[in-house]
C-alpha cells in the first residue's frame, strides 16, 4: 500500500517539479504519462511474458485510429470508441500471439519488426483513415489545462501499474517469470504456457491502445508518422531503460527519456550556441548507454534495491 | 497488356540492384551476432560514417582508392571504439540490455553525424562513367554493378574467413561456446572487438559504394538497418553468403511488388512475405531449409 | 517485483517534499510585461533536421537575416529590437506541438513562425490555437488556416498545393499537354500534390493517366517510372523534394531516356536539386515564387524592389537563393507591418492588423490577408521556371 501511495503522491511531485524547472512543460508531461502507460505494457509483454516486441507502435496506433475513424467517420460516444480500440488491438495481439508462438529470439524480434512495419504501410496507404495526411477533428478530452489532464492520465497510470503488479504477482505470473528457469516445470505447474504467453500479449496491447486512444484526443490530430518503428524503438527504449522487472519500470523510463531530452534541449544552447537537434541527440544517445552500463537491469532495478 | 517476362526482367535488375545494397548491411548484422550474440542496431550508422567520410575524402581530391581506404580504416576505427565503450563494459548483461546500448550508440552516431556533415545529402560520381550496361539482357546501372559485385566478394571473403581459418573459426567459437572458447585459448572478449570491426569495415566500405546511388545523409542508416536486417533474418542469421541471398530476395520481391502490383504498397507487400516466411519457417528462408 | 518495506520516515520525506514544492508552485511565475524598450520576441519553429530539413533551414536563415536586418536598418519594430527565438523541432509532430508551448507560453514569444510543414503544423494546431498567439505557418496544406473560422489565429505566406498545381496545369494547357502522369512521394506532401492534380484533372483540364508514389530513401524508381510511361503520358509531373525529386530526375534521364517534358513541384527550388541531379537537371521544369530568380525578373515588374533588396541580401550572406527562402522574409515584414499597424503586441490586434493589411508586397509575390482568407498567395505569384546551363531561368513572357 505504501508502494502505492508513493506512486500516487509522485504525480503531482512531477507536476509541481514541472513547474519549477521552466523547461518540463504541460504538454511534455500528458505525454510522459501517455508514453508510460503504453510502455507499461511492453513491461508486461516482454518482461513477464519473454516476449520481444518491436512492433508495439502498432497496438499503440491501432488505439488512436480505432478512436479517431469511430468517432469522427462513425459518431460513436467517446468511450464506446476507445473500448472498440482497446478490443481490435487485442484481437490483433492474440492472433500476432499465436502466430509467432513458435518464433524466438532474433527471429521474433523480426517478426514483431515485421509487424509493426506492415501495419504502419498499411494505415499510411489507407484512404478511409486519410493515409499519409491522416484524421483531423478528434474529440477533445474533456479537460482544458494540460495540468489537469497530467493529473487525471497519471491516476489511469497508477490502475495500470497496479493491475501489472497484480498480474506479475498472480499465479500465471510467477509461473511465467519462472519460465526463465525451465519451460517444462512451468508447464507442470498446471499453467497454459502457450495460453499464458498470448493472454500478455494481448493485455499488453490493450495497454499499448489505450494510451493511444487518449493520445489521439489529446492531439486531436493524428497522421501515420507517429505510430512507425522510431515509436516501437521509443517504447522499447523506455521499458528496458525503466527496468523490465518493475511494474512501475516504463514510468520511471518514461519520465528519464523526456527528462534527459528536454533537459538537453535547455542546456545545450548555453554550451554551444545556434546548436540544431543534433547535440540533443548526441547527449541522448550517450545518456542511453551510460544509464545501462550502470543500471543493468534499468533504472527501477536500482531504486528498488 | 505487355508479356509478363518483359515486365518482369527490367524489374528484377531493379530489384538485384537494390537488393545488393541490403545484403551488405545485412553481412555486417550476421558477422557481429554469430560471434556475440547481438543484434547491432548501429550497423545502419556503421555505413552512415563510411559514406560520409567518402564523399569529405573526395571534396577534398583524394583519388577514389584513397577515400575507399580511409573510409574503411575511419569506419573500423568507430566501430572499434563503439565495441570498447558500450559492448565491452556491459559484458554480462541481458541480449535485450545491450541491443538497447546499440541503439543508444546508434543514436550517438547520427548525432556526431549531423553536427558534423549537416542536414544536407552529399553524393558523389559514379566509380566508372557511362551508360547503363547490359548483362544477359538486364539493364544495370555500373554504379549497380560495383554493388553487386562488392557484396558477392566481400561476402566470399568473409565466408572463407570464418569457415576456413583459425581465426575466423575461433570467432564462431565464441559465439556457440564462449566457455569452451576460453578455454581453447581464445578470448571471447577481443573477438568481440575484432568481429565489431571487421562488421564495421564491411559497412563503411559498403557506404562508400552506396554513395552514389543512394546519396550520403546523416539519416541513412535506419532504413539500411532495416532492411539489412531483414536479409540477414530471411538468410537465417546464419552466414554471410545466405545474408546476401536474403538480400537480392529482398531486394527482387520489393521491386516486383512496386512494379507490378502497387507502387503504394511495395513496402507493405515485402514484409507480408518476410512475416509469413517466418511464421513458417521459424529460422529463416535460407537456414530453415539446412 | 520486491516487496514494499519502506519506513514511516521515508513517507514523510515524499510528503514534506510535496508540500514544499506546492508552496513554490503557489508562489507562482515571472509575469512579463515588458516595458518599451524591451525586445519584440518571435518565435522560430521549423524543420533544421529530419526530412524536411531542406525548407526549415532555408526558413530559418530568410528569417534571422531580415530581423538582423530591420535591426541594423530601422531599430526593429516601433524602435524595439526583433529578438527571434529560433528552435528545431526535427521534422517531428511531437516535438512541433511541444516546442509552440514553450515559444508561446514560456519563451512569450507575440507571434511564431512555422511550423514549416502540413503534418508538423497540424500537429501543433492544439497548441497553436490554445495559444491566441498569431501564427504564420510556412505549412503547405490549406488545412491549416481552413475554415478560417475554426484557425483566428494562423496565417501561411505559403502557397496552397493547389497554386503549384493549378500553374503547372495552366502551362500544360498552354502547351497543349493534356495526358498526365504523376510522381509523388508516400507521404503528406506527395500526397497534398497528389489531390491537388486529381481536382483538376477532375474539372477537365488535364487527364491523369498514372499516377505512383516512392519513398523518399528509394534509390531507384525505375519501377514507378516505367508504369507511368507505360501509360503513354504527353508529360510527367513529380511531387518531391530532394533528394526524391533529383533521383527521379536522373533515373528518368539516364536509365529511362525520357523525352517527355518534366514538371517539378515548388518542392525542388532548392540548390540541392541541382547540385544532385547535375547535368540530368537541364530541361527540368519548376513551379517556383518569382523570388528564386530575382535577378531576372525585369525592372518594370511592381515587386522588383523588394526582389533585389531580398536577392542581394539573402545570396550576399548565404551564397545561394532558396526557393523557399521568401515565405520566411515576407512572414517577418508582415508580422513587423501588422505591429506598427496596430501600435500594439497584443494578440488580437495583431490579428485584426494582418488581415487588414490589404495588399503587401512581398517577395513571394502581393500578399493578402482577410477575415476570410489566412492564405495569402494566388496563382499569378509562382511561374514555371526551366532549368538551363546548371541554373533555374525564367521565362521572358512572365
Same mark, same amino acid.
Given at each position: ?49 519473454? @516476449? %520481444? ?16 475513424? +469511430? ?19 487485442? !484481437? ?11 518464433? @524466438?529470439? &532474433?527471429? $521474433? ?31 477533445? $478530452? ?33 509461473? $511465467? ?114 544509464? +545501462? ?13 | 497488356?505487355?508479356?509478363?517476362? %518483359? ?88 541480449? $535485450? ?7 543508444? %550508440? ?30 544477359? !539482357? ?96 530471411? !538468410? ?55 | ?91 517531428? @509532430? ?129 519501377? @514507378? ?43 525542388? !527550388? ?11 537537371? &537541364? ?116
Amino acid at each position: 500500500m505504501i508502494r502505492l501511495a508513493a506512486f500516487a503522491v509522485a504525480g503531482p511531485l512531477l507536476l509541481a517539479a514541472a513547474q519549477l524547472l521552466p523547461f518540463l512543460g504541460g504538454s511534455t508531461l500528458v505525454f510522459v504519462a501517455l508514453a508510460a502507460l503504453a510502455s507499461t505494457g511492453l513491461t508486461l509483454i516482454m518482461g513477464l511474458g519473454g @516476449q %520481444v516486441s518491436l512492433g508495439h507502435a502498432a497496438f499503440y496506433g491501432v488505439g488512436a485510429y480505432g478512436l479517431a475513424l +469511430l468517432t469522427v467517420k462513425a459518431g460513436w460516444p467517446v468511450p464506446v470508441a476507445l473500448g472498440a480500440g482497446a478490443a481490435l488491438a487485442g !484481437g490483433l495481439a492474440a492472433l500476432l500471439g499465436v502466430a509467432v508462438l513458435r518464433i @524466438q529470439g &532474433h527471429f $521474433l524480434a523480426m517478426a514483431t519488426l515485421a509487424f509493426g512495419l506492415i501495419w504502419f504501410f498499411f494505415v499510411r496507404g489507407w484512404e478511409p483513415a486519410g493515409a499519409n495526411q491522416g484524421i483531423g477533428g478528434i474529440p477533445a $478530452l474533456p479537460l482544458d489545462d494540460d495540468e489537469a489532464t497530467f493529473l487525471a492520465l497519471w491516476v489511469v497510470l497508477a490502475g495500470g501499474v497496479l493491475l501489472a503488479r497484480n498480474l506479475a504477482d498472480s499465479r500465471t505470473g510467477r509461473a $511465467l517469470r519462472a519460465l526463465g528457469a525451465s519451460e517444462a516445470a512451468a508447464g507442470s505447474c498446471g499453467i497454459d504456457v502457450a495460453r499464458a504467453k498470448v493472454g500478455v500479449f494481448v493485455i499488453g496491447a490493450v495497454y499499448a491502445a489505450v494510451a493511444g486512444g487518449l493520445y489521439a484526443m489529446y492531439v486531436t490530430y493524428i497522421a501515420p508518422d507517429a505510430f512507425g518503428l522510431l515509436a516501437s524503438l521509443q517504447f522499447l527504449v523506455i521499458a528496458v531503460v525503466g527496468g523490465l522487472g518493475s511494474p512501475w519500470g516504463a514510468t520511471v523510463g518514461a519520465v528519464f527519456v523526456a527528462g534527459l531530452t528536454e533537459l538537453s534541449r535547455e542546456l545545450l544552447p548555453y554550451v554551444v550556441p545556434d546548436a540544431a537537434g543534433s547535440y540533443e541527440l548526441v547527449a541522448y544517445g550517450l545518456a542511453l548507454v551510460l544509464v +545501462l552500463l550502470v543500471a543493468r537491469q534499468g533504472l527501477a532495478g536500482v531504486a528498488a534495491r | 497488356m505487355t508479356l509478363l517476362a %518483359v515486365d518482369v526482367l527490367p524489374l528484377l535488375a531493379s530489384g538485384l540492384a537494390t537488393g545488393a545494397i541490403y545484403a551488405l548491411v545485412g553481412i555486417g548484422f550476421v558477422l557481429i551476432h554469430s560471434v556475440t550474440g547481438v543484434i547491432n542496431f548501429a550497423q545502419g550508422e556503421f555505413v552512415m560514417v563510411g559514406a560520409l567520410s567518402a564523399t569529405t575524402l573526395v571534396a577534398t581530391g583524394a583519388p577514389l582508392a584513397l577515400a575507399f581506404t580511409g573510409a574503411v580504416a575511419l569506419t573500423a576505427a568507430v566501430g572499434a571504439i563503439a565495441e570498447r565503450l558500450t559492448i565491452a563494459p556491459a559484458r554480462g548483461a541481458s541480449l $535485450l540490455t545491450l541491443i538497447i546500448i546499440t541503439v543508444g %550508440v546508434s543514436v550517438t552516431l547520427r548525432g556526431l553525424a549531423l553536427l558534423i556533415w549537416g542536414v544536407d545529402p552529399r553524393s558523389y560520381d559514379p566509380f566508372t562513367a557511362g551508360p547503363p550496361v547490359d548483362v544477359l !539482357g538486364l539493364a544495370f546501372s555500373r554504379q549497380s554493378l560495383w554493388i553487386i559485385g562488392v557484396s558477392l566478394v566481400v561476402a566470399g571473403l568473409l565466408w572463407l574467413y570464418l569457415e576456413r581459418t583459425v581465426a575466423g573459426k575461433a570467432m564462431r567459437a565464441c559465439a556457440m561456446d564462449p566457455d569452451a572458447a576460453r578455454l581453447q585459448g581464445v578470448s571471447p572478449s577481443r573477438m568481440s572487438l575484432y568481429a565489431f570491426a571487421l562488421a564495421a569495415a564491411v559497412a563503411g566500405a559498403a557506404g562508400v559504394v552506396f554513395v552514389p546511388v543512394t546519396h550520403a545523409h546523416y539519416e541513412m542508416g535506419l532504413f539500411l538497418a532495416v532492411n539489412g536486417f531483414t536479409a540477414a533474418v530471411v !538468410g537465417g542469421l546464419v552466414s554471410p553468403l545466405a545474408a546476401v541471398a536474403g538480400g537480392f530476395l529482398l531486394g527482387a520481391l520489393e521491386a516486383l511488388a512496386a512494379g507490378l502490383v502497387s507502387s503504394s504498397y511495395e513496402s507493405v507487400i515485402a514484409f507480408v512475405v518476410l512475416f509469413a516466411v517466418l511464421v513458417a519457417r521459424p529460422r529463416g528462408v535460407i537456414a530453415g531449409r539446412a | 517485483m520486491r516487496d514494499p518495506s519502506s519506513a514511516a520516515p521515508r513517507r514523510g520525506l515524499l510528503v514534506g517534499l510535496a508540500l514544499a514544492a506546492l508552496v513554490a508552485v503557489g508562489c507562482g511565475s515571472d509575469d512579463d510585461t515588458g516595458s518599451d524598450n524591451d525586445p519584440i520576441r518571435i518565435g522560430v519553429n521549423v524543420e533544421l533536421s529530419g526530412p524536411a530539413s531542406v525548407l526549415g533551414n532555408a526558413y530559418a536563415d530568410a528569417a534571422k537575416l531580415r530581423a538582423e536586418l530591420l535591426n541594423e536598418q530601422e531599430g526593429g519594430i516601433l524602435g524595439r529590437p526583433i529578438e527571434l527565438i529560433v528552435t528545431d523541432n526535427r521534422s517531428d @509532430q511531437t516535438e512541433a506541438l511541444t516546442l509552440t508551448e514553450e515559444l508561446t507560453d514560456r519563451k512569450k514569444a507575440v507571434a511564431m513562425i512555422g511550423p514549416g510543414t502540413s503534418p508538423t503544423s497540424l500537429a501543433a494546431m492544439g497548441a497553436i490555437l490554445k495559444s491566441g498567439v498569431p501564427t504564420l505557418s510556412l505549412g503547405s496544406a490549406e488545412a491549416i488556416v481552413s475554415p478560417a473560422a475554426e484557425r483566428p489565429n494562423v496565417f501561411k505566406t505559403t502557397p496552397d498545393g493547389d497554386v503549384a498545381a493549378r500553374a503547372i496545369v495552366d502551362d500544360l494547357e498552354r502547351r497543349g499537354l493534356r495526358r498526365v502522369g504523376l510522381l509523388s512521394t508516400n507521404n503528406p506532401y506527395g500526397d497534398d500534390g497528389l489531390q491537388a492534380v486529381e481536382r483538376l484533372a477532375e474539372e477537365g483540364a488535364i487527364d491523369l493517366v498514372a499516377a505512383e508514389k516512392f519513398e523518399e530513401e528509394d534509390s531507384d524508381t525505375t519501377p @514507378q517510372l516505367r508504369r507511368l510511361l507505360d501509360a503513354d503520358p504527353d508529360a510527367l509531373i513529380v511531387w518531391a523534394i530532394p533528394p526524391g525529386a533529383p533521383t527521379v530526375r536522373r533515373d528518368a534521364v539516364e536509365k529511362l531516356d525520357v523525352d517527355v517534358p518534366m514538371y517539378f513541384d515548388s518542392g525542388a !527550388g532548392a540548390e540541392l536539386f541541382l547540385t544532385l541531379a547535375g547535368a540530368s537537371a &537541364h530541361g527540368a521544369r519548376v513551379v517556383q515564387p518569382r523570388s528564386l530568380v530575382w535577378n531576372q525578373v525585369p525592372d518594370d515588374h511592381p515587386l522588383a524592389e523588394e526582389l533585389e533588396e531580398f536577392g542581394n541580401a539573402y545570396t550576399g550572406e548565404y551564397g545561394e537563393m532558396s526557393g523557399f527562402a521568401g515565405y520566411a522574409w515576407d512572414s517577418v515584414g508582415m508580422l513587423k507591418a501588422a505591429i506598427e499597424s496596430a501600435r500594439s503586441t497584443e494578440p488580437g490586434a495583431m490579428v485584426r492588423a494582418l488581415e487588414g493589411l490589404g495588399d503587401y508586397p512581398g517577395v513571394s509575390g502581393t500578399l493578402e490577408f482577410s477575415p476570410q482568407s489566412h492564405s495569402a498567395l494566388s496563382a499569378d505569384d509562382v511561374v514555371i521556371l526551366e532549368v538551363r546551363a546548371g541554373a533555374w531561368t525564367l521565362p521572358r513572357r512572365r
